[in-house]
T-cell receptor, first 112, second 113 residues
């Protein structure tokens, strides 16, 4: 039982490049989330999904897009990376609202 | 919208001493509260949660937290810490019917041998 798996674990991008972060969960959870973690700022919600085919904006959605074509996968895209997007990105999933979140191990992204 | 405040960014504690990590939230209306722990180079893991019922909740590794509605607090305590408790601790809150969880900025707990 893998839980929540994020790929890749590390990535370095140049300003303006694009990339997609993949999150996969095998717990049949309805809800999935993308957070970014920055020093001194805790975790901030980027986008989330309450079910297959649905997405919604979180606290800091600008510069990111997401898709949830399959229940088990939640993709986070950066169309034109900026140095301000240097961060550690965490995916999480849960059964529903107010249920505990299960986190992946993170993706460390550096934009130069 | 719910907001969560963790005033202490770092807490150094001697091994076997007690510790309290402070957390305050903004809205008591149907609030749900959580503590998550993050060990180095890992994702967050649920430590304990308050949804309803008894205001004192406990984890399996000796931590406890008390929901205090009048002070809008959910402080985390442990009577005797161990080296293995070294981690960053995040308080989080949400309101009933709200699928979004708001996190505090975290407290880094360092255990001094």
């Amino acid at each position: 039982n893998a839980g929540v798996t994020q790929t890749p674990k590390f990535r370095v991008l140049k300003t303006g490049q694009s990339m997609t972060l993949l999150c996969a969960q095998d717990m049949n959870h309805e809800y999935m989330y993308w957070y970014r973690q920055d020093p001194g700022m805790g975790l901030r919600l980027i986008h989330y999904s309450v079910g297959e085919g649905t997405t919604a904006k979180g606290e800091v959605p600008d510069g990111y897009n997401v898709s949830r074509l399959k229940k088990q996968n939640f993709l986070l895209g950066l169309e034109s990376a900026a140095p301000s997007q240097t961060s550690v990105y965490f995916c999480a999933s849960s059964r529903g609202f107010n249920s505990p979140l299960h986190f992946g191990n993170g993706t460390r992204l550096t934009v130069t | 919208a719910q907001s969560v405040t963790q005033l202490d960014s770092q807490v150094p504690v001697f091994e076997e001493a007690p510790v309290e990590l402070r957390c305050n939230y903004s809205s008591s209306v149907s609030v749900y509260l959580f503590w998550y722990v993050q060990y180095p180079n890992q994702g967050l893991q649920l430590l304990l949660k308050y949804l309803s019922g008894s205001t004192l909740v406990e984890s399996i590794n000796g931590f406890e937290a008390e929901f205090n509605k009048s002070q809008t607090s959910f402080h985390l305590r442990k009577p005797s810490v161990h080296i293995s408790d070294t981690a960053e601790y995040f308080c989080a809150a949400s309101n009933f019917g709200n699928e979004k969880l708001t996190f505090g900025t975290g407290t880094r707990l360092t255990i001094i041998p």
